[in-house]
């Protein structure tokens, strides 16, 4: 995984590229929500599929159509844009600094435990 990232691994320019885009995006959190947003009302877009006929969609008091599911995904990449970490649906603690928060997606995506669920069938022992 870390041959990906360049000939320094993950001190070189792939740390550096990353904390450039991730800056980029929390500064221009606001259009990107605003584009997101637009799914939540798009009709086309299905979050998840249907059982047998049930939807979990509900229709507000305005007669709109509104998606549970996709409004907690909206949620969590906004929440994820201003550096609020969630690991299994729990929030851990405060917003982290660009840096700190590229450190901690390069640690999760070196972590093995991580690799192997990701992996059906990886043996890292061969």
Same mark, same amino acid.
């Given at each position: 995984? #870390? $041959?990906?990232? &360049?000939?320094?691994?993950? !001190?070189?320019?792939?740390?550096?590229?990353?904390?450039?885009?991730? @800056? %980029?995006?929390?500064?221009?959190?606001?259009?990107?929500?605003?584009?997101?947003?637009?799914?939540?009302?798009?009709?086309?877009?299905?979050?998840?599929?249907?059982?047998?006929?049930?939807?979990?969609?509900? #229709? $507000?008091?305005? &007669?709109?159509?509104?998606? !549970?599911?996709?409004?907690?995904?909206?949620?969590?990449?906004?929440? @994820? %844009?201003?550096?609020?970490?969630?690991?299994?649906?729990?929030?851990?603690?405060?917003?982290?600094?660009?840096?700190?928060?590229?450190?901690?997606?390069?640690?999760?995506?070196?972590?093995?435990?991580?690799?192997?669920?990701?992996?059906?069938?990886?043996?890292?022992?061969?």
């Amino acid at each position: 995984m #870390v $041959n990906g990232m &360049g000939p320094m691994g993950t !001190e070189g320019l792939f740390r550096r590229a990353c904390e450039v885009t991730l @800056r %980029l995006m929390r500064n221009q959190r606001e259009p990107l929500m605003s584009v997101l947003k637009t799914f939540l009302h798009d009709p086309l877009v299905e979050w998840s599929k249907p059982v047998r006929g049930n939807t979990k969609t509900a #229709v $507000n008091e305005t &007669g709109e159509i509104v998606n !549970e599911k996709a409004k907690t995904h909206v949620q969590d990449i906004d929440q @994820r %844009l201003q550096g609020v970490i969630k690991n299994r649906n729990r929030v851990k603690g405060l917003p982290l600094s660009i840096e700190g928060h590229v450190h901690h997606l390069i640690q999760d995506a070196t972590d093995k435990n991580l690799l192997c669920q990701m992996y059906l069938g990886w043996a890292p022992y061969m």
